[in-house]
């Protein structure tokens, strides 16, 4: 009854192809931009803002990225915190060195960059697929924290190996460094996240998109009927990275404020962002979000509700919440293999006829 | 379900309402522990330890000058990202917000440092973190008393060159470092090179990734470069598998020196005999032959609140986290002592830790004589005294003991890098470095 496009008449092709083309998604997506932008500001306060949500928006976004490479275009990664380090040092290199271009601009190139060097770790896509593919990433996660690791100029021959995020102010307002305030912190993160995850929603429904899918589905079917596997492939890798280089940077310069590469950006990162689009659903931009959220939030909230609600003690509260999401991952991908977006769609078809199912 | 989920909900609302009906003013004291991930084998027992003395001094004195003192535990795991998490849900807990941090994990410590300098924490990092914190003058939120790795790093050098019959003698000779490859590990590489030039031995580094359960490659190498003398930086479950690596090449361990992080009866049980003869850095007494740790044992354990095992009091990640309650507490006291109120902050806290003054007749009232060396923190120096002594482990007795006076570190080589590394950071973070009279 209420999710219902009956009498809803699209009069041109531009309608017809709306990024969201159901009026009742549109009012959605518009409450959800007006909760993010105006209402939870207001509502939360700094641990939210700093230890929940924007660990939520910036997983998103890798999620986003590697979604758009293993679950549209089909090829799996296993390289994501080693391209997320990427990020985090492009920026941090560019922060030190051109601190005068404003902090927007640098995480775009630094995504640039992540994009550079995910195209190239992509090459070996062309010859080799599946669980191959995922050990030849898995090769450019260990090259790429060894090297940042390694070799002083990346961390301006500190003693310690550390980056730490100099203070940049955007419009006035201090939005990295200690001094930052959550608000501007959160407002910043949940910008990029909002724009880039329309973008992705745009490209994924369009050629680009429709290219990948096709390489993803068969990609023989695909190259006979000219899809060119160069081109599809080593542009998904390209946005991917383009993505993940992005939520790298966040992540160090406005969520940890300074980063070790070997604990910060190490295989369990990786793991941790696959998981996050399995279980939220591959090949949809919903997905990355519900899958983060899972895997950020969920741990967050069980931790607090069993030490601080049942004063659980510290070290059973950690297993138990090792134990309970292990539990949610399994049962979650025995109902529904194909994620929590899966059960979403599922949903929204009973929503069309309910209440009245017949 | 839907009752259970009530019963939740309603759970969480009436959290604030009874943390609201407190009445007397109380301390909260967070504790960063980690008791699961591969370095809760000596996360659990420095826990334990902080934990029991603050807990006795709640049952034995009603807290710090009447003052209850609430402990809130937070696991991080030693991982970073939970390492933030608590301290953005303990920073501003309780009545009193959280009085001193203390990270128990250099790499927590780098994250935190300039965040409790905004947020007005002290940062209580004892015997690890930044070195350069030592500098009071730039790191006014940062204590990292009483001695740092550097100073650690130049007293095994000098410990080193005496037995190897003066300094002179160290020409030529060969010290590898096996460190966890992290920020902690790397600490004392800088000062080893320095001191590798002053004194013209040969210094080689061998890192050892997280977690550190893989040492085959590492300890080949030294088997073939045959170093003199071998340095550890480790923690966790890196010591123990490092210990059983150096006993397999048959290492001579009395030529082996971990930093104080490496000297735990966890880290050399497992190896059993081999291990004999081990040596380690260390700051305090092992053993719980004190009358703290009596009353410990009288007030707590006897009373069932105790948080480990009763027979493991004394060990000597155990008293680690027993001196650290210890000079917080102290330092807590100080602080009311200055402001002439139970009621303090963080703010206030600071200025305890910057005035804290513990020597040998204030041990031994606190039931621990000859227990630690006499501490004195100035404004602008928040090392404190700096000295470090060894310890070493006798297999057979399966005991600690230590075997050497406190040594001096070699201030010549530690203060020019203190002064570099410390205005480097004041340069990076625009911050200009407080006048200490």
Not at chain 1, 201 to 217: E, P, Q, T, V
Request: net charge neutral.
């Amino acid at each position: 009854m209420f999710y219902r496009e009956t009498g809803q008449f699209k009069a041109s092709y531009q309608d017809d192809q709306a990024l969201f083309p159901i009026d009742q998604d549109r009012y959605v997506i518009f409450a959800v931009l007006f909760i993010t932008f105006a209402v939870v500001p207001m509502l939360l306060n700094q641990y939210w803002l700093n230890a929940i949500l924007l660990p939520f928006l910036i997983y998103s976004l890798a999620a986003l990225g590697l979604n758009i490479l293993t679950g549209y275009c089909g090829q799996l990664s296993l390289g994501t915190g080693g391209f997320m380090a990427v990020g985090a040092f492009s920026v941090y290199k560019l922060m030190v060195a051109f601190p005068e271009l404003g902090f927007i601009p640098l995480v775009i190139i630094s995504g640039f960059i992540t994009a550079a060097v995910g195209t190239l770790f992509g090459l070996p896509s062309l010859r080799i697929k599946g669980f191959y593919l995922a050990v030849a990433t898995l090769a450019a996660q260990f090259f790429l924290i060894w090297l940042f690791n390694k070799v002083g100029w990346f961390f301006n021959y500190n003693a310690t190996g550390m980056i730490t995020s100099p203070p940049m102010t955007l419009f006035g307002v201090i939005i990295t460094g200690p001094e930052a305030s959550p608000v501007a912190k959160y407002y910043l993160v949940a910008g990029f996240v909002a724009v880039f995850a329309l973008l992705a929603k745009n490209i994924a429904r369009g050629r680009i998109g429709r290219n990948w899918m096709a390489i993803r589905d068969m990609d023989i079917a695909a190259e006979l009927i000219g899809v060119r596997p160069l081109v599809a492939k080593l542009s998904a890798f390209a946005v991917s990275s383009f993505y993940i280089g992005m939520a790298g940077a966040l992540y160090f310069a406005v969520w940890l404020g300074s980063a070790e590469p070997t604990e910060a950006f190490d295989i369990n990162q990786s793991f941790l962002v696959l998981f996050m689009i399995i279980i939220g659903g591959l090949g949809s931009v919903l997905g990355s979000f519900l899958g983060a959220a899972f895997l950020v939030v969920m741990p967050i909230m069980l931790k607090n509700i069993l030490v601080d609600g049942f004063g659980t003690n510290t070290a059973l509260a950690a297993h138990i919440e090792i134990i309970t999401v292990g539990i949610l991952i399994i049962g979650f991908l025995i109902v529904e293999p194909h994620g929590l977006a899966r059960l979403w769609r599922i949903a929204k078809e009973k929503l069309r006829l309910w209440p009245f199912p017949y | 379900m839907r009752s259970l989920s009530r019963t939740i909900v309603a759970a969480i609302l009436a959290l604030p309402l009874l943390s609201g009906v407190a009445s007397a003013y109380e301390l909260t004291l967070p504790s960063f522990d980690y008791r699961t991930g591969p370095y809760a084998p000596n996360g659990i027992p420095f826990a334990n330890g902080y934990g029991d003395y603050l807990n006795m001094l709640n049952e034995r004195d009603g807290g710090i000058n009447g003052a209850k003192i609430k402990l809130t535990p937070c696991e991080t795991a030693y991982n970073t990202k939970r390492g933030v998490e608590c301290y953005e849900s303990t920073k501003a807990s309780g009545d009193s917000g959280a009085l001193v941090i203390q990270p128990l994990s250099t790499g927590i410590t780098y994250q935190l440092i300039p965040k409790a300098s905004v947020d007005k924490i002290p940062v209580f990092s004892m015997g690890y973190g930044r070195t350069s914190a030592a500098n009071g003058k730039i790191f006014p939120w940062i204590f990292n008393f009483p001695a740092t790795y550097w100073s650690q790093a130049t007293v095994f050098v000098k410990y080193i060159g005496e037995q190897e019959g003066g300094m002179d003698k160290l020409k030529g000779k060969k010290i590898a470092l096996v460190y966890h490859n992290s920020a902690y590990g790397k600490e004392p590489i800088r000062t080893l090179e320095s001191a590798a030039k002053k004194f013209g031995f040969e210094f080689l580094a061998l890192p050892v990734d997280h977690p550190g359960q893989e040492q085959k490659a590492t300890w080949l190498q030294i088997r073939k470069e045959r170093p003199d003398w071998v340095l550890m930086w480790g923690w966790g479950v890196m010591n123990q598998v490092a210990i059983k690596e150096a006993a397999s090449i048959r290492y001579p361990m009395d030529h082996f020196i971990g930093v104080w992080w490496s000297g735990s009866e966890n880290d050399v049980l497992p190896a059993g005999e081999a291990a004999d003869g081990y040596l380690s850095g260390a700051f305090h007494q092992p053993g719980d032959n004190f009358p703290a740790h009596d009353d410990i044992k009288k007030y707590v354990y006897d009373k069932g609140k105790g948080l480990g095992d009763r027979d493991r009091i004394g060990e000597v990640l155990y008293n680690r986290g027993l001196v650290a309650a210890m000079w917080t507490s102290e330092a807590i006291r100080k602080a009311m002592e200055i402001h002439g109120t139970n009621e303090v902050r963080g703010v206030q806290v600071r200025d305890g830790f910057e005035a804290l003054d513990v020597d040998e007749a204030r041990l031994k009232e606190l039931g621990l004589p000859g227990f630690t060396i006499p501490v004195k923190i100035t404004c602008e120096n928040h090392e404190g005294p700096g000295k470090v002594a060894l310890q070493q482990w006798d297999a057979k007795a399966k005991k600690w003991s230590i075997v050497t006076d406190f040594y001096e570190p070699l201030r010549d080589i530690t203060g020019p890098l203190i002064a570099e590394d410390s205005a480097q950071y004041a340069k990076e973070n625009s911050i200009v470095p407080r006048i200490c009279n």
